[in-house]
């Protein structure tokens, strides 16, 4: 069984970074894809980006392209979400899980995610 655990999430002003950290753990964590996901009060959860289960592929949804890097420390069993340039528009709830295919090489949107952390919550406002 996998687990997730969020960390990292906080208040900073329009403009400035986080990074978001996911941690693995459980029977082999190191052969799923992670995907982050976010939901803004009254909005629908939105995949973020996601990263292949070694790490060698990474997508990254439109609003979020060339803002974020995702990237993963196989050693630590942890996701990291490095957040820059960011904006009012970023605020919420940040989770993370598991994609339910293992061994995939390219990550993605369109498979089940399943074990989801319980979030941590990230708030753009000056």
């Known amino acids: 069984q996998l687990q997730l655990v969020e960390s990292g999430g906080e208040s900073v002003q329009p403009g400035g970074s986080l990074r978001l950290s996911c941690v693995v753990t459980?029977?082999?964590?190191?052969?799923?894809?992670i995907g982050w996901f976010r939901q803004a009060p009254g909005k629908q959860r939105e995949g973020v980006s996601c990263?292949?289960?070694?790490?060698?592929?990474?997508f990254y949804g439109d609003s979020v392209k060339g803002r974020f890097a995702i990237s993963r420390d196989l050693s630590r069993h942890t996701v990291y979400l490095q957040m820059d340039s960011l904006k009012p528009e970023d605020t919420a709830l940040y989770y993370c899980?598991?994609?339910?295919?293992?061994?995939?090489?390219?990550?993605?949107?369109?498979?089940?995610?399943?074990?989801w952390g319980q979030g941590t919550q990230v708030t753009v406002s000056s």
């Open positions: 459980g029977f082999t964590p190191e052969i799923y894809s």
């Open positions: 990263i292949s289960a070694r790490g060698g592929n990474a």
């Open positions: 899980a598991a994609d339910l295919t293992p061994y995939s090489p390219v990550c993605t949107f369109q498979r089940p995610y399943d074990h």
